[in-house]
DNA sequence: CAATTAGTGCCAAATTTTGGCACTAATTCA
DNA sequence: TGAATTAGTGCCAAAATTTGGCACTAATTG
């Protein structure tokens, strides 16, 4: 394999793995350690900040703020590509967003660094995690996606999900509810839950959901109501 | 001088006469007539375009179109972006699709059109469209994205869509409904539809759904039942 | 202290790149 | 038509680069 693969290679295995050793880089890339060490040298010169601990436990690390490249594309294109990519690895199942990574990873490159810093400090707080088979980002609308990792938690971990909540007259009520669904209605979304205060299942719009967070101390059961095959809808 | 710089001097180069000579090239960049023409092969393997004409007052050019970009990218690495500005393009209403979408022209320009035309059309066939807002590919499970186009244009055109329902008993049933939502009740998602001929709300688990087609002749509403914010649940 | 891990310097072997050469094919122009 | 010009190919040996192995140092952990 040529050094320029190589290099892209550790690349792609370090941002995924965060830390990892010389020696099993050297073997996941099937090179000896000296020409990994080489390679991490180069990376190191292309401006790469790669950090390294010596030591048991120890092994070298990639800044996740830190790229460089040869690509020549708008900072903003660079940036729509990244949250493209980014959705589709959250998807997770599909076998070509590796490859879209490689991709991206070739053109992040190119960027001065502090821009890429920037772009990747939007895209962690516009956030794309494991809650995106739930929910798209590309269809919050109205929503600030600052706000999805509370989301993402209340549904995985099945805690209650506090928030304030616009009703259509502008009225403002605090809720606590048991979120247990997404109803798409397009080009509107709504989260489906169930109000234990007022003992009923209610539907809030996405976009009229503020300062949610999630109330760890209590957990909820998913309300499988059936529906003609075996499951039903859980409005009343 | 290595041979990516080498390259790199080589683009910059035709990029700035338009037209130039082997032998002019070479003397160029320091190099030999021969080494040129294999780093002018090599370029064109990563996608640039360069066209070439012999005989006297001829020589090699960048194809204009290939001008906007050096992202050396991959076959299969551009062809797994493009499914992700895909999927994000068809979720229609982020600011970002349409730079995305430039971003990955770009990318797309420097690859012989002959490949860029099998991707296009191996995309075509996957389907990614704007159906997509109410359904992402990623997460239909069993279900045959071949059958896509016939849920988008159902809920587009708001024509009745006509399928073979196998329920939880393994019963089939042909089912002709107007779809009103997608329901998601994570892992599964549900077809929300109105029968007409049951005169009621069906769900419908979309892996369950065989042989889709839309019904042209027929056109329903919009049955916008009311939330307490302005709009209720579909279900009865 | 022993074990572990990053990192360096050096050298010979392995690999890749290069330049030169002879050649073909296409095009221009007189 | 023929001479000149220019892209492009195949081949080979020389040149340059990359690689792996080795012995080493430095830092860190327990």
Redesign the interface.
């Known amino acids: 394999m040529n050094p ?1 693969q190589r290099q892209d290679r550790l690349v792609r295995s370090l941002r995924r793995s965060g830390t990892a050793t010389i020696a099993a880089l050297a073997q996941e890339v099937g090179a000896s350690r000296r020409t990994v060490l080489r390679d991490i040298c180069a990376l190191r010169d292309e401006g790469f900040v790669i950090h390294s601990e010596p030591g048991p436990g120890g092994g070298i690390q990639l800044d996740p703020q830190s790229l460089q490249t ?5 900072v ?6 990244l ?3 980014a ?2 690895r959250a ?4 076998p ?9 990873a ?2 992040e490159k ?1 960027l001065p660094s502090d821009k890429i810093r920037d772009l990747r400090r939007f895209l962690d707080c516009l956030y794309i995690g494991p809650l995106a ?2 929910v ?4 919050m ?1 109205a929503m600030d996606p600052a706000l999805l990792p509370a989301f993402e938690t209340a ?1 995985l971990e099945r805690q209650y999900l506090r928030f304030q909540y616009r ?2 007259k502008g009225a403002v009520t605090q809720r606590e509810v048991e979120p ?9 979304w ?1 989260l ?1 839950s169930w109000d234990p205060t007022r003992n009923d ?5 996405m976009d ?1 959901i503020a300062d949610p967070s999630c109330v760890a101390e209590r957990v909820f059961r998913r309300r499988h109501v059936q ?9 009343k």
């Open positions: 320029r040869t690509a020549r594309l708008s903003a294109e660079v940036f729509a590509l949250i493209s990519v959705s589709m998807a997770g199942n599909l070509f967003a590796g490859l879209a990574d490689a991709g991206l070739k053109i190119a088979p739930q798209n980002i590309a269809d609308g549904f009703d259509a247990q669904a997404m109803l798409i209605l397009p080009p509107l709504y489906v299942f209610r539907h809030f719009r009229r529906f003609d095959d075996g499951v039903r809808p859980i409005t």
